[in-house]
């Protein structure tokens, strides 16, 4: 297919256009040195990749498969082709392929979108290529700063550190960004101390990541299996705190070993500083306390979202053992994580990576979360609120913000009202 025919198909809404790249190239990235990064508007991303973990059935149903044409795009005809084929396979008969994807770029008439940030949400070879590795030439978009910090997130659970870890990562408790009592952001003095302690300063390049474990309400402390979720919520922190380069690496741990990367077991220990260079927080309107949380509540250029299940927001459970109160903050917007406290699966990709932006943007839009708003987002102690919020901030979405207390400190107030049931 030549690219005057794939640019008439970008136009048809009768047709589905599919960009079988990786999601790093959807989302920004220039993977092949093209002139040019992003995805042609329109496209659903669909990466070869992905083809090992979906629900074929109801990814197909999802993007209307089903019916009318298909044009699969990549770097190149085999790459897309491959794609092509198995989708011919599944019975999507009207299937073309169009590889010419660099010629697109090439063309600065021809429209891409990008994420906003997507320079701070790494793929593996670009943080093995900043780590030293022979990823030639993929750190050299978006360079780290002289000094870079790797953190493998965790929750109390050092176990999962020394289980398998990045090479050269260092462990991070969560407990040192968040009280271990209330699971709010420390004080400004409680994270100098965490962060220089770990080594990094307000001009550190850090990168985040953790491992998905299936975490279950029958364990006794599931978010100690949910390491990338808590990892969201450590980038939500050192961004407040003021770290000018924070970087989350999309997929996790998952993502670095299905790229074919080996893990270590052996420690890496932090290289303290004597100071973070800059006052604490840096950004204090990242997160909002309790009395501005009632403010967005009536104010009508501002949206309060609960990054919950549906089960928490209608009072069927508070989704937590720890917390008793069921229900929801009144007036606020249901933002859908996904099953459970523990999944975030409404925000993410079949291989844990982080949901196409364009999608989540269309969803929220759906129910008033937009971009001209203060967005503030919360869930019942954090951590799917800063994910969210992380979402927004990769976006490049200017207001956006974590109500940091949550349910658990809203709940706890009996000053404060609670709903439950069905909104009207």
């Not at 903050?329 to 079949?350: K, L, Q, W």
Request: glycine share 12%; net charge negative; with cysteine.
């Amino acid at each position: 297919m030549d690219l005057e025919t794939f640019a008439a198909r970008v136009e048809d809404p009768s047709h589905v256009v599919l960009d079988g790249r990786p999601i790093a190239a959807y989302n920004g990235w220039r993977l092949e040195g093209e002139p040019r990064g992003g995805h042609v508007p329109g496209a659903r991303p669909l990466p070869l990749s992905w083809t090992r973990y979906m629900d074929w059935i109801e990814e197909l149903d999802a993007m209307g498969l089903e019916s009318g044409a298909v044009t699969v795009y990549g770097y190149g005809p085999d790459d897309a082709g491959v794609l092509a084929e198995k989708l011919d396979r599944l019975g999507v008969s009207d299937v073309d392929v169009f590889g010419g994807f660099a010629e697109w770029s090439a063309d600065p008439n021809r429209p891409l979108l990008r994420m906003g940030r997507y320079e701070h949400l790494v793929h593996p070879g670009w943080l093995r290529s900043a780590l030293g590795g022979s990823d030639a030439g993929a750190v050299g978009e978006s360079p780290p700063s002289s000094r870079l910090v790797v953190c493998h997130a965790h929750y109390g659970n050092p176990d999962d550190y020394a289980a398998g870890h990045i090479p050269g990562a260092i462990a991070l408790d969560t407990n040192r960004l968040e009280s271990a009592e209330t699971w709010n952001r420390r004080t400004p003095e409680e994270l100098e101390t965490a962060l220089t302690s770990l080594g990094i300063r307000h001009d550190t390049t850090v990168v985040v990541y953790g491992r998905h474990s299936f975490p279950t309400y029958a364990m006794e402390h599931p978010g100690a299996s949910a390491g990338h979720l808590g990892a969201m919520r450590c980038a939500a922190i050192l961004l407040y705190a003021g770290v000018a380069d924070v970087r989350v690496l999309n997929g996790g741990i998952h993502g670095w070993e299905e790229a074919g990367h080996a893990l270590s077991t052996e420690p890496t220990e932090p290289r303290p500083v004597s100071s973070f260079g800059a006052a604490i927080p840096g950004r204090p309107e990242l997160m909002v306390d309790t009395q501005k949380a009632r403010e967005m509540l009536v104010a009508s250029d501002a949206e309060l979202v609960s990054v919950r299940s549906w089960a928490e927001y209608i009072g069927e459970r508070s989704g937590y053992h720890y917390i008793e109160k069921k229900g929801r903050i009144p007036g606020s917007v249901f933002g859908n994580c996904g099953t459970d406290a523990y999944h975030m699966e409404n925000y993410r990709n079949p291989d844990h990576t982080t949901r196409a932006f364009d999608e989540i943007a269309a969803e929220w839009a759906e129910v008033g979360i937009v971009p001209d708003k203060h967005i503030a987002f919360y869930c019942g102690t954090g951590w799917r609120g800063s994910e969210a919020f992380m979402n927004a901030w990769l976006m490049g979405w200017p207001r956006v913000s974590v109500y940091d207390g949550g349910w658990m400190e809203w709940s706890g107030d009996p000053e404060n009202p609670v709903e439950t049931g069905v909104p009207a």
